[in-house]
């Protein structure tokens, strides 16, 4: 059951709507007001106490435990961020810290976490690099599968480094991530004789928008699509994870 034990609050105007966001992140406004907290805000004004509406005064929990309303799964210890809505959410790599999770929870419940804003971030990116010959993909399908980082986290890009320049036009192939047996959502790289000519070119996968977070016992592969396949080239596939 999640309980208050407050350290310090304080009490602020809110500068949005916020009757409806009991128990979510809060950040200070241009004009120190507290309104919602978006993904990767840090924790400024503290977790909403209170239902105030524009110009109300409430209070807000900065340090201390307090209750929060999860955005996702996280278990006892785990650090928290505020997600996009303004809820909390496992934090990985370099996400603003905004506390500890107390107890375990899922999507809507509401669990204490003890708040510490902005007192540390998680370690920073890691990244895998996998040597990809060009040659070698003929077909569709699993190109490298089951590697196991080790560690929980989330792929946050995926890019593709020239070193051998491909000279044969029209040739095709578009990579792609999958974490167990589901696909990314993003993070395609479509390599092509046009943007492999060149050494040290560097082709960006698409904006990774969601299917991307990995456990510590999870499988990462790497499959290919739409192949025409290459007559030579190199490069290095590079994923970066936090």
Excluded: W
């Excluded at 051998?164 to 395609?188: Q, R, S």
């Amino acid at each position: 059951m999640a309980i208050e034990d407050s350290g310090f609050s304080q009490s602020l105007e809110a500068g949005a709507d916020l009757s409806a966001k009991q128990f979510y992140a809060c950040k200070l406004d241009s004009n120190g007001r507290a309104v919602l907290c978006v993904a990767g805000d840090p924790l400024t004004a503290g977790v909403c106490l209170g239902t105030p509406v524009v110009g109300e005064a409430a209070s807000f929990g900065v340090v201390g435990l307090f209750p929060v309303i999860l955005g996702g799964t996280v278990a006892v210890g785990d650090k928290l961020t505020p997600n996009a809505s303004g809820s909390f959410v496992k934090a990985y790599g370099a996400d603003a810290v905004a506390g500890i999770a107390q107890e375990a929870g899922v999507s809507g419940n509401i669990i204490t976490a003890m708040i510490m804003p902005m007192v540390s971030k998680n370690m920073g990116n890691n990244t895998m690099e996998i040597p990809i010959t060009l040659a070698n993909i003929t077909a569709a399908g699993d190109q490298v599968t089951s590697m196991v980082p080790g560690f929980a986290g989330r792929i946050l890009k995926v890019f593709f480094v020239v070193l051998v320049p491909v000279t044969t036009t029209g040739k095709a192939a578009t990579l792609n991530l999958e974490i167990g047996t589901t696909d990314l959502t993003g993070g395609a790289v479509a390599l092509t004789s046009a943007n492999c000519a060149t050494k040290g070119a560097v082709v960006a996968g698409s904006a990774i928008t969601g299917a991307n977070v990995f456990s510590e016992t999870d499988q990462i592969s790497v499959e290919a699509s739409a192949v025409t396949a290459f007559a030579e080239g190199s490069g290095m596939l590079v994923i970066v994870m936090g």
